[in-house]
């Protein structure tokens, strides 16, 4: 099993520049999770789909965020314009929905810095 | 609404020693519980989950955690610390009829050699 998959691994950019986080979940998980983690912050939930569908977007900090999941093995993070207090680790989880005790599996991150 | 805590920003151990890592929730209901741990430059991986029955449950790494609803708390425990478990740690709850987990904000454990 190859796990959850992130790419880019690292991406540096400018601010103002449009930024895509991806994300690939574990194949069967019907839930999908994305992470912030700063060091100020710690970890927060951004958003999360179930079955594809967005169930809770309340942690996506403003509308420069934006995340889809056009598939199940497919899922979006989008930011524009991006700006330097987006800088941070991004996180991708996938879960297979099993009542409320399932277990989360992350990625490996995606580190964002934004000039 | 549910909340977690972890009272510890960093906790230091002598390797061999018992490491304890402390955690409390407030939940409605009856809570699920989770510790994950994160080593640098990696993501979260899960360590063990309490969702009912016996109260002490064993996970990964030989680490243990205690469910104690009286106090609310849900602690992370080791016997005998090793270097290796230097890492961050992270408790995580999420109520019956809540629909997310929320992770607490993490303690960083340093174990010396």
């Known amino acids: 099993d190859a796990g959850v998959i992130q790419s880019p691994r690292h991406e540096v950019t400018e601010m103002g520049q449009e930024v895509t986080l991806r994300c690939k979940p574990i194949s069967g998980h019907n839930s999908l999770f994305w992470y912030r983690q700063t060091m100020m912050r710690g970890l927060e939930l951004l958003i999360y789909?179930?079955?594809?569908?967005?169930?809770?977007d309340s942690g996506m900090p403003e509308d420069r965020f934006s995340a889809k999941m056009p598939n199940a093995s497919f899922s979006t993070l989008k930011i524009q314009p991006s700006e330097p207090r987006d800088s941070a680790v991004y996180f991708c989880a996938s879960s297979l929905e099993g009542g409320g005790w399932e277990t989360q599996y992350f990625g490996p991150g995606t580190r964002l810095l934004v000039l | 609404a549910q909340s977690v805590a972890q009272p510890e920003d960093q906790v230091n151990v002598a390797e061999g020693n018992p490491l304890t890592v402390k955690c409390t929730y407030s939940v409605s209901g009856n809570p699920y519980l989770f510790w994950y741990v994160q080593y640098p430059n990696r993501g979260l991986q899960f360590l063990l989950k309490?969702?009912?029955?016996?109260?002490l449950v064993k996970g990964s790494y030989g680490f243990e955690a205690e469910f104690n609803k009286s106090q609310t708390s849900f602690h992370l425990k080791k016997p005998s610390a090793l270097v290796s478990d230097s890492a961050l740690y992270f408790c995580?709850?999420?109520?019956?009829?809540?629909?997310?987990?929320?992770f607490g904000k993490g303690t960083r454990l340093h174990i010396l050699p």
């Open positions: 995580a709850v999420r109520g019956p009829r809540d629909d997310k987990i929320i």
């Open positions: 309490y969702i009912t029955g016996d109260n």
């Open positions: 789909f179930n079955n594809n569908v967005p169930i809770d």
